[in-house]
């Protein structure tokens, strides 16, 4: 998912005679045209025509020049010609990152509205705010902001190895860098160095930031450092991590998509390796 889309998204006035692009979920699946290549919905007249619902409106800005919104739809549409649901997932690995950027963002928004309808201190509802992204306790006035959860994910080398993990919930095959909730208290190292020797029993040193990356399951930002091997050898509990290695560039698995930051974070290594010794990986 494209973090450079971010700064063209402005929080401005709508208007009614602009260009708009609707972000439309039901659940976790955005509402795309049958092809699954291009949203569906550009404006209110569609939504009448499909016989859809929706049940609030959250406006997010304007990218280029239409104005951009996000919708959760009531119901799943049925029997409706040339519209299709489809899972967030599969359209961040297909579509366009200009989209998907924005589809992202209208993912977290739907969902924090969502999980915040009522009160987490007295229980009463909550209303949302005019002058900005927030929801209120109708009783004892409580502010709730879209919530966001910092995750680690690191790159770990040992010479020329990379450290690669594949855990149960991925695809099968697919391996990647690992990663990590940070909990309440730690700094951003401690939890990188905290998360590898759980999840790999080794000890890492000369721990450097990245890049980072929002990553909206449901709410995360991933904050991506390297880091180097120091003491150890790989320990994996079989819960969290299923297997793991090292490997050389020349014998990488099946690897996440480009889009992720874990990738980034792979090229980059096979990029710094191939430019110190091109001779002999040809």
């Known amino acids: 998912m494209a973090n450079t889309l971010r700064p063209a998204i402005r929080r401005l006035e709508t208007r009614e005679d602009a260009p708009s692009l609707w972000f439309a979920f039901h659940r976790n699946r955005l509402l795309l045209h049958r092809d699954g290549q291009e949203l569906c919905v550009p404006g209110h007249e569609q939504w ?6 929706y049940s609030a409106t959250h406006y997010l800005g304007v990218m280029g020049a239409a104005h951009c919104y996000a919708v959760p739809l009531a119901d799943e549409p049925v029997d409706c010609d040339g519209v299709v649901l489809q899972d967030l997932r599969s359209v ?24 915040h309808q009522f009160c987490g201190q007295c229980g009463q509802p909550m209303e949302a705010m005019l002058e900005e992204r927030a929801r209120q306790c109708t009783r004892c006035d409580l502010m709730f902001f879209p919530r966001l959860c910092p995750v680690i994910i690191v790159r770990v080398c040992r010479g020329e190895e ?13 391996y990647s860098v690992l990663a990590g909730f940070v909990e309440p208290g730690e700094t951003l190292e ?21 890049g980072s990356q929002p990553w909206p399951f449901p709410h995360s930002l991933m904050i991506g450092f390297t880091a180097e091997h120091e003491a150890g050898e790989i320990r994996i509990d079989g819960k969290e991590i299923e297997n793991a290695n090292w490997y ?6 099946k690897l996440p998509p480009p889009i992720s930051i874990g990738r980034r974070l792979i090229d980059d290594f096979v990029r710094h390796i191939k430019d110190r010794e091109p001779s002999r990986l040809g």
């Open 190 to 210: 401690e939890a990188v160095a905290r998360e590898v020797m759980e999840e790999a029993g080794i000890s890492i040193g000369n721990v450097r930031y990245f």
């Open 92 to 115: 961040l690995l297909t579509m366009d990152s200009s989209i998907t950027g924005v589809a992202g963002l209208a993912f977290q928004i739907v969902h924090w509205d969502r999980t």
């Open 162 to 174: 990379l450290l690669l993990a594949r855990s149960p919930h991925t695809p099968p095959g697919m």
């Open 248 to 253: 050389s560039v020349e014998s990488l698995p």
């Open 48 to 53: 009448q025509a499909l016989g859809l619902e």
